[in-house]
Structures are given as C-alpha cells and as structure tokens.
C-alpha cells in the first residue's frame, strides 16, 4: 500500500508530482505529502485526508523547485494524522523521505535513535530513515553514500525515495516492494506504480528487488547493492493515459463495469484459433506434464482463481484453490507434477508474493496470471500471463475480474489440449471456449442494463444481503457480496447455495435479501436453497439467464443475462451484482472508488 512518486527534471516539480499523487491515490488515501527541494532547502507540505487536502493546503503556496517527491498513504504504523503523513524528515530538515513498506526494526532503530539525541515527529516507522541517513551525512559521507548506509540498518520491506538539501539528485530502492521508472523527454520518475508518470511518459524500466536509482537533472543511474552499474531493459508501456482517467464518469468503478467488453476482446485476441486456445506463453505440449493445479489469490482474485478451478476441473485437470495469507501456515504438498497459479491483478499484492515465494522453493512450476506487466509477480514466476485489462483505479476491482476469468478459460483449453483428454472435457471445453467469443458482447447488453439501479433502491433498507450460488454461481456469489459490503459498508456475506441450511439459515428474516445467481446448471437445487430462504420471509432477486422460466417464476425479482454456455453466465451475472453494488453504494453516498480503511494494492502482509 501506499503510493510514492519522485521527480527531477527541467521545470517545476510541483504539478507533476501532484498529478502523480492523484493517480496513484488509490494505493492508499489516509493523508498525502510533498516535498521540494530547491536551492539547498526542502519544503514539506502534509495533511490528513485525501489528496485534495493537500492541494487545498498547497493553494498560494510557492514551492519552485524541480526535484522532489510525494507520498500517499495507507496507514500502517501511526494512525491517520498530519505528523504521520510522508515525506517524513530528520531533525534539521536536511533530508526527505517517502516510503512505501514496513520498516520491522523500527523500534530498535529508533530507541538507537533516540539515545544520541534524535527527536521524533511521528509514530511511523517510517521517520527512523532520514534520521539515519542525516548522522551519516554527518559523519561525511556523499549524499548517495549516506542514502546506501541507512538502507544497510533496514529490515523489512521498502520503496524508498529521499531527496537531500545538498542535491537536486534523488535516491530510490525498492526491496519488497514495487518501484518503477519513468523516463520522459525533460523529466525521469520514479514512482510505486506507472499511471503515475503516464500523462508525461510512457517509457519505463521496471527496478528489480535491491536496485538502487539515481536520478538526476540530466538523466538515471541503477546500481546495485554494491554500487556496481546495471543495464535495465527500457521498455514502452502500451496503457494509455486517458485509462487512467475518470473521463465523464463519476467514478472508475463505473467506468471499470463499462470497459468490461474491451478489457475481455483485449483478453481474448489472438489467443483462439480453430477453437484451441492459443497462448504464447505455453506452446503446445508444455503442460501435457501437470496432472495438478493448485491457485493462490486474495480477495477478488482468490474468487477468480474458484472459477477457474471449475473450470479446469471440467477440463479434467485436478485443481485446488488456496488463500494465499493462509498458504504457507498449511501449505499443500508441490511437487514436479504440480503449476501453482499466483492469480493477482496488481502482481504486487504481499500475501500472495509471499505464497508465490514459498512454492518457487518447491519442485512445482509457477504461473502468475496478472494485470501488470513488470510486476513483481510477472517477474518472479516461471511463467506469466496478462489479462491484458488495461489499468484498473477502482478499489473495488470489476474489469479485472472478468478478465481474469477469461484467461483462466483459455488455460483450460490450453490443458485439454495439451493433455489430449479427448472425450466429455474436450467437448465441454469446447463449447466454452466457443462462447468466449460471444462473451463480450453479451456483457455489453449487460453493462447497459437498468435493472440494478432499480433493484438497489427498491431493496436499499435490508439488514442483510445474502449471495448464494452453485457450481460457477458459487464465487460469484462469494465476490457479489464482497464488492456489496466493500463499498456500501452494509452487512453481506456469500454462500455456496446448499450450506444456507447448515448454519446461516437461522440468520434469515423478513429483512434479509438473497441474491441468488442461477447459471443453467443445477438450478433446481438452488431453488430449493431460495425457498427455504423465502418461507423465512427473505425477498429474492435472481440473476441469470433469461430462460431460466422456473427461477424466473419463484424469485420476487429477476435480473437477466443473456443466453450463454452456464460456465460463462456467471462472468455474465456478476456484471449486474458489480452494478447492485455500485447503485446501493451511490445511494448510500459512499466513497465508491476509495473505500474507508481498504486500498487498492495490498503490499503488507
Ligand atoms: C476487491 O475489490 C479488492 N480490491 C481486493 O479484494 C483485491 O482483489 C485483493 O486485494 C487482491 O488484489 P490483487 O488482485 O492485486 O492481488
């Protein structure tokens, strides 16, 4: 979490580490800091609250100066407060700091601190920095000499940038956590994540765990840990910048459900031919040697990962999914035979870096199966492969999603053909794979669809929200109710269908409503599920396709997708569980795009 940028170049650095503030504003919205140095001095402006507190702050002010940096926080250590917020200093204003991590030897380093005088602003682990690098710019040593001592005593996980009073050069080093550079025509960046540069540059060299940058007026230097000179591929990220931005929609979250049928054609192209999945990732053959499938995710992702072990299970392939924050405490046995599937949208989120780490020391392949090109994920598996959905700002994620699910698709394939399976999977693989290419178009009729609006005030008084589901229905109804509570902060929690009866029927009242996604498949079990629900005095809306006559004749209220393969409705029917959500939560007046207490780039443990 968090977001850091800095910025040296020709021409003042102010507006531009602003805008990068705002772009990356959805890593983390406690409070927000800048600091520019200019002449051999640093100025430091923070506040509490978003980024506009800080422009609000900022307004008046004259801080020429064309290097600097900027942070945006996600509280961790100190609550969210003005002293908390990044850039944090040392004693005599010498040095800056923007940080994004979390420092585990603070408490030492700043009791050590303490003792030979240091004086301490904040309850952050954070300040522990300049303090360290200003007592050995103390002791004489260069600015970047100073930066590479301080970063020794470190323990934990950073990305760091420092600017020093004596320098318009600034210092950068990631470790654990990302950093990427941005090289523009009279400006170089570096910062947590690239739409922070993107409106002044879409070229980018992404850091490496321990890379050390410099970046001066006149261009960069990556070293590493020793000092010694690195070569890093320049690359050109193909994101627009106006992706980025909001456009005429009130919220990305809106605008994300829109883009879905894009982001899925961007997914999807190229990659079938002749009805095979195609994936230049894995040519043909190579994963005739997996007999086992096991998939680590959080949250959205981890929904993303269910669907797709269903879908690799009807491939015939043996699939299990796992938690990632929970993998390495029971972790499942790897072996040679075995592709561990990292699914994250970012590729930077730490638990799943972590469960990644633990299954590259095992005989088992690993795949990440991410967003982010240059990720930490992408980088550090055997394999990767882009959902290719285009950057995604909502907290809550949505385009994501179904992008995810879709690659996850074109996997099965890959697997059937690749395993020879023949038979019942190849067909029904088949069929998948055909309805893929009528997906986003029906996603379309979807996204465009008044239903939900109507259904989220007509059902906004309810005490509870109750997703249930079956087969594929069953993470759409874990993810429907996680984006419900995630941004309209009401009380909503996900079933598989069959286990209301086991326990959560008892919560069930005539103020409770069940959302139940229906796919074609089994839909008379689930209307079992729905009518227990009902003769506790529960209203329901169904989601599904248009002709499911039965469900349509039972539930109070029917949201319906069109006619698809049922392993596919139910990316159909979380289209309008994503637009429930988003309706209620508008309603609610809540803040869509930046949930309290959530960000959208997990990068602690
Ligand atoms: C869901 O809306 C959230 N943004 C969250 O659950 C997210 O999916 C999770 O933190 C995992 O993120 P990742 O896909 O970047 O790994």
Request: proline content about 4%; some cysteine.
């Amino acid at each position: 979490m968090c977001g850091i940028i800095a910025r040296v170049g020709n021409g003042g650095a102010l507006e531009e580490l602003m805008a990068g503030l705002e772009n990356l504003e959805y890593r983390g919205y406690d409070s927000a800091g800048i600091a520019i140095q200019s002449g051999g001095t640093i100025e430091v402006c923070k506040r509490e609250g978003e980024t506009s507190e800080l422009r609000a702050a900022l307004e008046g002010r004259s801080l020429p100066g064309n290097s600097g940096l900027g942070h945006t926080r996600w509280s961790t250590h100190g609550r969210p407060s003005d002293a908390n917020a990044h850039p944090h200093t040392d004693c005599q204003n010498r040095v800056a700091v923007a940080h994004n991590g979390i420092i585990q030897n603070h408490g030492s380093l700043r009791a050590e601190l303490r003792e030979r005088g240091h004086r301490f602003e904040s309850e952050t682990d954070t300040e522990v920095v300049p303090h360290l690098i200003a007592e050995e710019l103390d002791l004489g040593m260069s600015p970047e000499a100073a930066f590479r001592a301080a970063v020794d005593r470190l323990e934990g996980s950073y990305a760091l940038a420092v600017t020093i009073d004596s320098t318009e050069t600034v210092f950068a080093t990631r470790h654990g956590s990302p950093l990427v550079l941005g090289v523009g025509y009279d400006a170089t960046y570096v910062a947590s994540d690239a739409p922070a540069f993107l409106d002044f540059t879409d070229t980018v060299v992404y850091l490496e765990e321990d890379d050390y940058v410099a970046i001066a007026p006149d261009g960069y230097r990556i070293t590493d840990a020793s000092g010694t000179p690195l070569e890093r591929p320049v690359e050109s990220i193909n994101w627009d910048a106006g992706d980025a931005q909001k456009g005429a929609y009130s919220h990305f979250m809106r605008k994300e459900i829109d883009e879905q049928p894009v982001a899925l054609r961007q997914a999807l192209e190229g990659r079938i031919e002749d009805g095979t999945a195609t994936l230049e990732q894995f040519p043909p053959g190579s994963l005739s040697d997996i007999e086992h499938v096991v998939f680590v995710a959080c949250g959205t992702s981890y929904h993303a990962a269910m669907y797709g072990s269903v879908l690799l299970r009807r491939a015939g392939v043996t699939a299990t999914v796992a938690r990632s924050n929970e993998f390495a405490y029971d972790p499942t046995p790897l072996d040679d035979r075995t592709l561990v599937i990292a699914v994250t949208q970012s590729g930077e989120t730490a638990d799943t870096l972590a469960a990644l780490r633990v299954a590259a020391g095992s005989p088992s392949r690993t795949l990440a199966v991410t967003n982010v090109v240059g990720s930490t994920a992408a980088r550090e598996a055997d394999h990767s492969l882009f959902i290719q959905a285009g950057p995604e700002i909502g907290v809550a994620a949505t385009k994501t999603f179904s992008s995810q699910v879709a690659t996850l698709a074109l996997l099965a394939g890959r697997f059937v053909a690749d395993r020879d399976s023949g038979g019942d999977s190849t067909d029904r693989i088949g069929r998948v794979l055909d309805g893929l290419d009528r997906l986003p178009a029906a996603v379309e009729t979807v996204v465009g669809s008044a239903g939900p609006e109507a259904l989220a005030r007509e059902f906004s008084d309810a005490s509870s929200y109750f997703f249930l589901g079956r087969g594929v229905g069953y993470p759409v109804a874990l993810e429907g109710a996680l984006k419900f509570k995630e941004i309209t902060y009401d009380h909503a929690e996900g079933f598989a269908a069959g286990e209301l009866k086991h326990g959560p029927l008892a919560l069930v009242t005539e103020d409770t409503v069940i959302v139940a996604v229906f796919t074609g498949r089994h839909d008379e079990k689930t209307l079992h599920n729905v009518r227990e629900a009902q003769s506790r005095g529960a209203s329901v809306i169904g989601v599904g396709p248009e002709s499911a006559v039965a469900a349509r004749d039972t539930v109070e209220e029917y949201l319906s997708v069109p006619a698809l393969e049922p392993e596919l409705v139910g990316v159909l029917a979380n289209v309008h569980l994503q637009l429930l959500a988003y309706h209620a939560a508008a309603i609610r007046g809540r803040s869509i795009d930046k949930p309290r207490n959530l960000a959208k780039s997990v990068t602690v443990e």
